[in-house]
């Protein structure tokens, strides 16, 4: 069975600071790994997906993600935040049966 | 217009009702999917129907039905509402040529009492 853990509930950052969010998962097959972000009253939207191939992804708004196997690990940066940028992050891996599981999530909170 | 619609938005209801959530797509996708989000526990699949003839139990179906009336429509039925019911659902969808990004709509806020 997979599953995704998300190390961080939340993570207060300063404005125009680093931002790392972590994700790790547990699968015994080949995944897909997603990273969804939800704006405060809001659905979700992917940010960024990893299928195969170069393992940086780059997402949108500056977001990016490395895909670890070794380490089981994809851990979503951001070397800029912006207040724009305050939203609760989900993690997620599927495999060939195409659905999602999410992890419980990541409240980032920029601050000015 | 927004994609993936779903109402009503918000809803709040007695214990022992019968609620129908409901969820259209305009996006021309055969893939649909219900999700409750509940704090701290992220979102978790209910039911998924990968075509109108193709139903499926997520991973927490008991206590929901569900009823796909057409392509583009996919309802969520709670059949007697309880108070733990109350979460945030979302529906979603995906095209089976590009499975791995879901859509989602914006949400519908449930609250039983």
């Known amino acids: 069975a997979q599953s995704v853990t998300q190390l961080d509930s939340q993570v207060p950052v300063f404005e125009e600071a680093p931002v790392e969010l972590r994700c790790n998962y547990s699968?015994?097959?080949?995944?897909?790994l997603f990273w969804y972000v939800q704006y405060p009253n809001q659905g979700l939207q992917l940010l960024l997906k990893?299928?195969?191939?170069?393992?940086l992804v780059k997402g949108i708004n500056g977001f990016e993600a490395e895909f670890n196997k070794s380490q089981t690990s994809f851990h979503l940066r951001k070397p800029s935040v912006h207040i724009s940028d305050t939203a609760e992050y989900f993690c997620a891996v599927s495999d060939w049966s195409d659905k999602l599981i999410f992890g419980t999530g990541t409240r980032l909170q920029v601050f000015p | 217009d927004a994609d993936v619609t779903q109402t009503p938005r918000n809803r709040i209801t007695k214990t022992g009702k019968r609620i129908m959530l409901e969820c259209s797509q305009t996006k021309g996708h055969d893939r649909m999917y219900w999700y409750r989000q509940d704090p701290g526990l992220g979102l978790r699949l209910i039911y998924y129907s990968f075509d109108v003839k193709d139903i499926n139990k997520g991973e927490i179906s008991d206590g929901y039905s569900v009823s796909r009336q057409a392509q583009a429509k996919f309802s969520l039925s709670l059949e007697s509402a309880i108070p733990n019911q109350t979460a945030l659902y979302f529906c979603a969808t995906s095209d089976r040529l590009d499975t791995d990004t879901q859509y989602f709509g914006p949400g519908t806020r449930l609250t039983v009492l």
């Open positions: 699968s015994s097959v080949s995944v897909y």
């Open positions: 990893y299928l195969s191939g170069s393992t």
